[in-house]
């Protein structure tokens, strides 16, 4: 019968044509005339003594433990199983306490817990499987590249020791000369001394250039998060190079991102691609969950998703970069702009006597932000790419900048701060030089509403201009959007000055000061002027003391040169 089932169920896995549906009628083929029986599997817990406690036929078990060991060692995951026949009496009482322990609002976990304990007694011991959980492609490539780019990579497992040593060194997080300690369950030492053997010898290997790592055992990793060992369990953690938790249930390993969240000033990212995992993802800062045949509990519970492990290599290095550098650029610039273009209306307060009289018209200076400063900061914020997606992967220290907040930091903010005061003062400056003489040769004069206006043209072609020394990537869009951006205040000051219901401030300004060649003149110098020091400054340091994107950015240009013979004439 096995025979018989065992080939239809075959040939429907290997089916091309609705598989699914072949594969439901053969279940359906064997899953009749079952008999109810109580069976529970038991995860992998050899090492504690439980077995011991719900097994009622003790014989085997040393034999058991030496074959699960064994498949340990061999990189396996194993799981053994047992069963227990219950009475239909027995099991509606049992289900009932399981059901109020699951709706309980107080200590759900810990009645669930003691729910389990009142069936998984007496148990009839089945085996032991041991399955070869191979690795994902490129997993030791995009952990050996995380590592390089100073991310410190933790594993927390539920397999057994030795099968997680065996997979941290299949994915190259441990190596054959790293110094490993191993905090098990069968080491009889108190746990404060093996932390601080540890931490003796990671002071003393330091020095030296040898890594280290630590592999902490399910139950002594429940000491190590106890309130008197937490400071020194993550002291030592911290100080190794490699971290492993194995035979770790889904509380712990949500227990272990929360201890490094909360005292360790980094942020923390947790990948999982299991039910088990979704703990560990909500607790971290960010969680991404993998997409596979563990189902889709990890990525629903997970602000990203990815198909395999190794896309992760991608997903931080080159897009989270550029992420980084593109928002650190635009809160910045944000500020910026918007202090270059309020800061001559503050100064002309104070020179006006706090009369309260406005320098820009108040509808157009509602919409400087929405028109005619929104759409370079915008292109740049999404497009922005300062060296191509395969150097930000081939070069891992790329991303260090942005674990220091080199982009964005108080010492960022006050350089931006001061060249936005510096621009404002002297575009109101020679504002006021401007004005000093109001009749112009043709009997026109230029009066407040037409000083705005000339105000607000050099503040939309600064900050304009501003972006265009900012971006690396200069294509037509970046060209489209400066511009467009420009040339839309003009187009609207000119519309404006007729629409006088609604823009009575502009009537007429701009007829007066396009006749004005002083009003061209200055709009070519005053940008020019404000923005000088910036380009000193972006000379000076590519020049003196260029990073290693300025770098890498050169290499990729002499690369493109190289491969392109016509390029060096265009």
């Keep these: 019968e096995w025979a018989t089932w065992n080939k239809s169920f075959e040939e429907a896995s290997t089916s091309m044509v609705d598989r699914e549906e072949k594969l439901d009628r053969a279940a359906e083929l064997i899953e009749t005339d079952l008999q109810l029986v109580g069976a529970t599997a038991i995860e992998d817990k050899l090492q504690d003594g439980v077995p011991e406690l719900r097994l009622a036929d003790k014989k085997s078990l040393a034999t058991l433990k ?87 990579v933790w ?64 139950r002594r990793l429940g000491e190590c998060l106890t309130p008197e060992h937490r400071a020194q369990f993550l002291q030592v953690a911290d100080a190794c190079d490699a971290v ?16 490094v969240k909360e005292n360790v000033s980094s942020l923390t990212l947790a990948i999982g691609d299991g039910a088990n995992d979704v703990a560990m993802i909500q607790e971290a800062h960010v969680g991404i969950g993998i997409s596979g045949l563990e189902g889709m509990q990890a990525v629903l519970a997970s602000d990203y998703a990815i198909a395999q492990f190794r896309f992760l290599e991608p997903l931080l290095l080159q ?10 650029r635009m809160i910045n610039y944000s500020f910026h702009k918007n202090m270059v273009f309020v800061l001559p209306q503050v100064f002309y307060v104070i020179v006006a006597a706090f009369s309260g009289q406005p ?72 504002l006021v030089e401007m004005f000093r003489m109001p009749v112009q040769s043709n009997g026109d004069v230029i009066g407040l509403a037409s000083m705005g206006v000339f105000g607000y043209s050099v503040a939309v072609i600064t900050i304009n201009f501003k972006v265009a020394i900012m971006a690396h990537s200069w294509n037509w869009i970046m060209h489209l959007a400066v511009w467009i951006s420009i040339a839309g205040w003009f187009l609207f000051s000119y519309v404006a000055q007729s629409l006088y219901y609604f823009f009575p401030f502009l009537e007429g300004t701009f007829d007066i000061v ?46 493109k040169k190289k491969n392109n013979p016509f390029a060096s004439r265009a």
């Excluded at 191993?182 to 990671?202: C, H, K, R, Y």
């Excluded at 492993?244 to 201890?259: N, T």
């Excluded at 897009?319 to 650190?328: E, I, L």
């Excluded at 110098?525 to 290693?548: G, Q």
């Design 514 to 559: 396009s006749a004005s060649s002083n009003y061209w003149l200055f709009l070519l110098l005053v940008p020019f002027t404000v923005l000088i020091p910036d380009w000193v400054c972006k000379f000076a340091k590519r020049w003196y003391s260029p990073e290693l994107f300025h770098l890498i950015q050169e290499e990729s240009k002499l690369e």
């Design 359 to 430: 320098l820009y018209d108040t509808q157009s200076g509602s919409l400087f932000n929405v028109l005619f400063a929104f759409l370079p900061i915008a292109i740049l914020a999404i497009f922005e790419t300062d060296l191509p997606a395969k150097k930000c992967v081939e070069e891992p220290k790329l991303y260090l900048p942005g674990q220091v907040y080199q982009s964005f930091n108080i010492k960022r903010f006050v350089w931006w701060t001061v060249s936005a005061i510096f621009q404002s003062i002297v575009i109101f400056a020679l």
């Design 66 to 152: 030496s074959h699960v060991t064994e498949f340990s060692q061999e990189g396996l995951r194993t799981l053994v199983l047992a069963k227990k026949e219950l009475e239909e009496q027995e099991w509606a009482t049992w289900n009932k306490s399981f059901e109020e322990a699951s709706t309980s609002m107080v200590d759900r976990e810990e009645k669930l817990d003691r729910a389990a304990e009142l069936i998984e007694t007496d148990l009839q011991l089945v085996g032991a499987t041991a399955i070869e959980d191979k690795l994902q492609d490129g997993v030791p490539e995009a952990i050996k590249q995380l590592k390089k780019a100073t991310v410190k």
């Design 244 to 259: 492993i938790c194995c035979r770790v249930s889904p509380k712990q390993k949500a227990q272990v991102v929360g201890l």
């Design 319 to 328: 897009h989270g970069r550029y992420a980084y550098r593109r928002m650190a």
């Design 155 to 218: 594993m927390l497992t539920g397999d057994k020791l030795e099968t997680a040593i065996n997979i941290g060194h299949s994915c190259m997080l441990l190596n054959n000369d790293m110094r490993v300690f191993e905090i098990g369950e069968d080491n009889a030492s108190s746990l404060s001394e093996l932390l601080s053997e540890a931490m003796q010898v990671t002071s003393a290997v330091s020095s030296t250039g040898v890594s280290c790592g630590i592999v902490v055992e399910g």
